[in-house]
């Protein structure tokens, strides 16, 4: 089956680091932009970070210095990297996956695949 699968997220304390992946399964990452939203409760849906086929990253500024995205052809995988996380990180974060031209500036409902979703809570 042809998806995006999503490790686990889970709980840490305010100021911990917690690594998110998501792999591809039956298909290969490596033609494809890859990249993450989150939702928080009552809240919009936003961009987090994305990689472009080329290794090319690109994370929103408001998370610059704490979340890094990187990928591992070997393993068809991409790794989001959570450092210093906060209480309003909370949020299930998503994976996604674009082939197209927008790559990494494609809306939502752009991307060719998307993820299951996985819950990150951060405690204070």
């Known amino acids: 089956q042809v998806q995006l699968v999503e490790s686990e997220g889970g709980l840490v304390q305010d100021g911990g680091s917690l690594g998110l992946t998501c792999a591809g399964s039956?298909?290969?990452?490596?033609?494809?932009?890859v990249g993450w939203f989150r939702q928080a409760p009552g809240k919009q849906r936003e961009r987090v970070s994305c990689i472009y086929q080329d290794g090319v990253e690109d994370t929103e500024v408001s998370m610059r210095g704490r979340f890094t995205i990187f990928r591992d052809k070997a393993k068809n995988t991409v790794y989001l990297r959570m450092n210093n996380l906060k209480p309003e990180d909370t949020a299930v974060y998503y994976c996604?996956?674009?082939?197209?031209?927008?790559?990494?500036?494609?809306?939502?409902?752009?991307?060719?695949?998307w993820g299951q979703g996985t819950q990150v809570t951060v405690s204070s």
């Open positions: 039956g298909f290969s990452l490596d033609y494809y932009a």
């Open positions: 996604v996956a674009i082939k197209g031209m927008y790559g990494c500036h494609a809306e939502w409902d752009e991307y060719d695949f």
